[in-house]
């Protein structure tokens, strides 16, 4: 029998390989330092505790933990979901929370329904990896606006929605990671906050805001989402993926009521639901365990990890290197010195055993291959410093 080749829809081309998850084999190789994926470390975890939650769950709820349930999500879930948004000093109302099969769920959905092909979202540059692959596989263009480690700059902002506007095309949304972004790991300040939300309001983008790390802080200031300042025009994204664990796949939106429950139908069409079993174990980790002393041990473990890779990189890099300082989160960006080598550098880097996601992945055009995403979240402090001293000779070797 003669088979016939598919014959793909246009869109098909757009959806683009994840740098994160091109590299995700080598990085389990042997002797193989990943200083790629932004990997939570579960043996922070308490596992045994855990371990009796989902054993827990199957003996008490399983007919219900392991049945069809509402495509908001389960009351309990949802409940436990305030209470960690309450952990960040957001009230929102349970009819505003839709429960996804984590946050990268969230913005697909988001994008699906307010994006047309031809539209221009509006990001941080660097930006997410994910997001540039939802927004180029729904046919959306992407405008990318300058950060410093204070996070977005608003007169940037605002230059980016009048040249985007001159164009013709239309915008849907602003999409941002304002703490602790990946990849570059900046923070927007508090008053840039107050004046990007102004700016969004009074020009009529509703705002994306994408929180996995805020509540992973190595300082004592206290970061308030967006969407505290402005509800009725902001969608929150939220993951239990690291505050928790990403296996369970579940995280949430928060959105105004109406647009909550268009997100509902479009969950129900990709899914029905997110899984229960995930929803079950997340809320009772919420509910039955000392939650928020996992979550600053996890933030200890992860500044100690920041602070050797710190410390190595100012010990192995070429001088004239540069990179990001964060104060929460996963992520590094670094910047080669001018005139360096690029190309060649990640096989280099492969063949000196170790990995890392090069910074043009986070562009849309694909600029900026000067630059190197480090994560410091998965590998200990002997492997990061090691890796940083890796990488400088793979750098040196090419210059």
Known sequence: MTSHPLAYAARAARFRPSGVRSVFDIAMRPGMISLAGGSPDLSVLPRE???????????????????YQPAQGLDETIEAIREVMRAEGVDAAHDRIQVTAG????????????????????AEAPTYVGALSVFGGLEARVA???????GMLPDALEATIARVRATGSRIPFLYTVPTFGNPSGASMSAARRDAVVELCRRE???IVEDNPYGMLAFDDEHRLPLY???????????????IFSPGVRVGWLAAPPELRGRVQLAVEAMTIHASVVGQVLAQRFITETDWRGHVRRSADVYHARRDALMAALDEHMPPGTTWTRPHGGFFTVVTLPPGTPVDGLLDAAIDARVVYVPGSEFMADGSRADTLRLAY???????LAEGARRLGEAIRALG
Do not use: W
């Open 49 to 67: 505790q855990v371990a009796e939650l989902a054993a827990g769950m199957i003996r008490g709820a399983g007919p219900d933990a392991l049945q």
């Open 144 to 150: 990318q606006v300058e950060i410093d480690e204070h």
């Open 228 to 242: 505290a300042r402005d509800p009725e025009n902001v969608v929150y994204l939220g993951s239990f993926s690291k």
């Open 377 to 383: 979240s998965f590998e200990p402090e002997h492997r």
């Open 204 to 206: 009529g983008i509703l």
């Open 103 to 122: 946050s990268q769920m969230g913005l697909q959905v988001v994008t699906t329904l307010l994006a047309d092909p031809g539209d221009t979202v509006i």
